[in-house]
């Protein structure tokens, strides 16, 4: 069948090729008997295309006579081959289209317990690929068209659309699912897949993706059973599994952060080592109250204080000092240096400076 349906491009192209082939020979036939480039490749084109306007010479020997008709066969056959092989190609590319949309449909249908990704980023990618190697059956649900090639060249199950229709969470089957993973980087779009979800099937186990850890309790209230903040997972791997050295030229030099940066990568965040120089907004402040000011888009995974103590995990009451050295994780694009490293600005209320 593959064969079949890819013949016709190969067919388009063998006949545009005939077709080329009998204009330069005929050109080249009608040049022969003293003809001008302009008037024999007129000709030949004129004749081809059946336009049928006229003969621009006079067509009066033996010669002329065999090159002209064998022109008007060749040609005129050959353009009804090209006319045959573009309906043949349009059509059967609508077949392709329609086969290859109802054999997902039909796949889809059969499955149960299964379950339904929604967003193929970064770490929808990640997850349909650990479900894979698990065997474990699930649906693609993706609006970008980009992104959905990307998710059928590696052979999974995917719907083209927007996963807050309710339309196509129910072709994608949540109401036979077991679970359903909504992982896009939009928290609105979260939490109304997680509403039509919940309502289209109340057994199902949804795990939500959170930007703004004030996303968390949104989620939960929609109908979540599960929230996952990737930032705070990315601040709890790094904390877990390195030791950090006790300064940023030892930290960025080892071979164990440059592993778990890439895992970082993976899932959308970045780590940055960032001094608090005297002076700066952050010197003085706690960990919460820096955490705060950024808005929650960084986390601070260790302090390392300026005569070298090192505090990983330090507690959220913990003040900055001057000089202090920070480890920070948070999303991809968020300028950490421009929240830590920031200049101190000085207000003037009456004759108190703050």
Not at 76 to 82: D, E, K, P
Not at 219 to 241: C, M, R, Y
Not at 249 to 276: C, F, Y
Not at 344 to 349: C, E, G, N, S
Request: hydrophobic residues 50%.
């Amino acid at each position: 069948m593959n064969r079949l349906l890819a013949s016709p491009l190969r067919n388009l192209a063998a006949i545009v090729l005939f077709v080329l082939l009998v204009v330069v020979c005929s050109t080249l036939a009608y040049m022969a008997a003293g003809w001008s480039f302009a008037d024999a490749i007129y000709m030949v084109v004129l004749t081809v295309y059946t336009v049928g306007y006229g003969e621009v010479r006079p067509i009066d020997t033996p010669y002329l006579h065999a090159v002209t008709m064998a022109t008007m066969v060749l040609g005129c056959t050959g353009m009804i081959l090209v006319t045959g092989a573009l309906v043949q190609a349009f059509t059967l590319s609508e077949i392709r289209q329609l086969m290859g949309a109802n054999r997902v449909k039909g796949e889809i249908d059969k499955l149960s317990g299964h379950v339904v990704i929604c967003g193929y980023g970064r770490i929808g990618m990640m997850l349909a690929k650990a479900l894979h190697l698990a065997n474990t059956a699930f649906v693609v649900l993706e609006r970008d068209e980009r992104k959905l090639a990307d998710a059928r060249d590696a052979g999974h199950l995917c719907l083209h659309g927007d996963a807050t229709d309710e339309d196509l969470l129910r072709a994608a089957g949540v109401a036979r699912a077991a679970a359903l993973a909504t992982v896009l980087p939009d928290d609105a779009a979260n939490v109304f897949i997680t509403l039509s979800a919940r309502s289209l099937n109340p057994k199902l186990q949804i795990i939500a993706r959170g930007e703004a850890p004030s996303t968390e309790s949104k989620l939960i209230q929609a109908g979540a059973n599960k929230v996952v903040l990737p930032t705070h997972i990315g601040a709890e791997k790094i904390a877990d599994i390195i030791l950090f050295p006790e300064t940023a030229r030892a930290i960025q030099g080892s071979p164990r952060l440059r592993e778990v940066e890439k895992t970082l990568g993976d899932m959308g965040l970045e780590m940055e080592v960032v001094v608090a120089r005297p002076g700066t907004a952050s010197v003085g402040q706690t960990i919460a109250e820096l955490e705060a000011r950024s808005r929650g888009t960084m986390f601070v995974v260790e302090l390392t204080r300026a005569g070298g103590e090192t505090l990983t995990q330090p507690p959220s009451d913990t003040r900055i000092g001057a000089g202090d050295t920070l480890v920070v994780v948070g999303r991809g694009g968020v300028a950490f240096s421009a929240v830590i490293a920031a200049r101190a600005t000085r207000v003037k209320a009456g004759r108190t400076t703050f």
